[in-house]
């Protein structure tokens, strides 16, 4: 049996990207390999991080296809022929149709920067904010095609005080986002993950 691999989408920076990246080196990912990189952005700094790690990168531009659906018959396609086992999205910014979410059912995460189902969607943590929170945090959940909302796998809390400005919440998102994601990862890949209904139990080692 040979390891558990991961494809990543990302679109941007690729923070979370090099988090299970240098998780899978420290031995940190259950067993798992990151051993593709997915973007719809050529030139974004992930694709960088990505050729930097010695991983290989597929790009493409949406514009060159006439539907989502297209693109995601291609993406479909190349993710079974590589023998993909987990498709990690990671600052992703597209949604996925169901070419993609009923082909890789029960294997697609997100993470998402609030504690779903409050503030779904963009700039969650504005929306936090704006509304007056005391308590935010980070979701990872799979992914249905809907919103951001998919069943809920694990959450971190990040506790908020009137003086919280937007640029330290997302610092401190972002880092609860960079330990929680390469350890649901490693849950999936050690096979600890069940899924009935919308209801996800992680089996206790």
């Known amino acids: 049996m040979g390891a558990y691999r991961v494809a990543v989408f990302a679109s941007g920076q690729g923070s979370n990207f090099q988090a299970l990246v240098d998780a899978a080196a420290d031995g940190r990912l259950g067993g798992a390999e990151v051993k593709l990189l997915v973007s719809d952005k050529p030139a974004a700094t992930v ?13 493409f531009q949406p514009k060159d296809y006439a539907t989502r659906e297209d693109y995601e018959r291609e993406l479909v396609g190349m993710l079974r022929e590589k023998e993909i086992d987990l498709v990690v999205l990671a600052g992703y910014m597209r949604l996925l149709t169901s070419v993609m979410v009923e082909a890789f059912a029960g294997r697609i995460i997100n993470i998402h920067p609030s504690l779903l189902p409050a503030f779904p969607g963009k700039d969650a943590i504005g929306q936090a904010l704006h509304y007056g929170v005391k308590l935010s945090g980070v979701t990872v959940h799979f992914v249905d095609g809907g919103m951001d909302t998919g069943p809920i796998i694990a959450q971190r809390a990040v506790p908020l005080t009137e003086e919280t400005a937007q640029e330290s919440l997302t610092a401190a998102i972002q880092a609860e986002e960079r ?22 139990t992680v089996i206790q080692r």
């Open 179 to 200: 330990t929680l994601y390469p350890e649901v990862v490693s849950w999936f890949a050690e096979g600890r993950v069940k899924l009935e209904d919308r209801k996800v």
């Open 47 to 59: 694709v960088g991080r990505a050729q930097a790690a010695g991983i290989e990168s597929y790009t």
